[in-house]
């Protein structure tokens, strides 16, 4: 009897995903409104965010794949990525005054 256990946890990571989402949307990996708006405020600050992860992934290459097709700056996919998946586990940003503070 095949082992379901990964396919379940991907349909748990998917349902907090959507769940964690005020409107959730048709595609769960669309980004929270407040992230939207953060992402297009033109006077966003940014900082640098290095993190050694494992080459096998080809991430780099996924992300420079991904920017070409879609126009999204690496930057954004990354922050968009990450605040999806934190935001799904239970850790939304904590917004001092407003989304784009």
Same mark, same amino acid.
């Given at each position: 009897?095949?082992?379901?256990?990964?396919?379940?946890?991907?349909?748990? $990571?998917?349902? =907090?995903?959507?769940?964690?989402q005020s409107n959730?949307? +048709?595609?769960?990996? /669309?980004?929270?409104? =407040?992230?939207?708006?953060?992402?297009?405020a033109r006077h /966003?600050?940014?900082?640098?965010?290095?993190?050694?992860?494992? $080459?096998?992934?080809?991430?780099?290459?996924?992300?420079?794949?991904f920017n070409a +097709?879609?126009?999204?700056?690496?930057? +954004?996919?990354?922050?968009?990525?990450? =605040? /999806?998946?934190?935001?799904?586990?239970?850790?939304?940003?904590?917004?001092?005054?407003?989304?784009?503070?």
């Amino acid at each position: 009897m095949p082992d379901h256990s990964h396919q379940i946890r991907l349909l748990r $990571d998917l349902a =907090d995903a959507l769940e964690a989402q005020s409107n959730p949307a +048709d595609d769960p990996f /669309t980004p929270h409104p =407040d992230t939207q708006l953060i992402i297009a405020a033109r006077h /966003t600050s940014r900082g640098q965010l290095n993190y050694a992860v494992p $080459d096998a992934l080809q991430l780099q290459r996924r992300i420079r794949r991904f920017n070409a +097709d879609s126009g999204v700056p690496h930057g +954004d996919l990354v922050a968009i990525a990450l =605040d /999806t998946f934190l935001r799904a586990k239970g850790y939304p940003p904590e917004l001092a005054s407003g989304p784009t503070a």
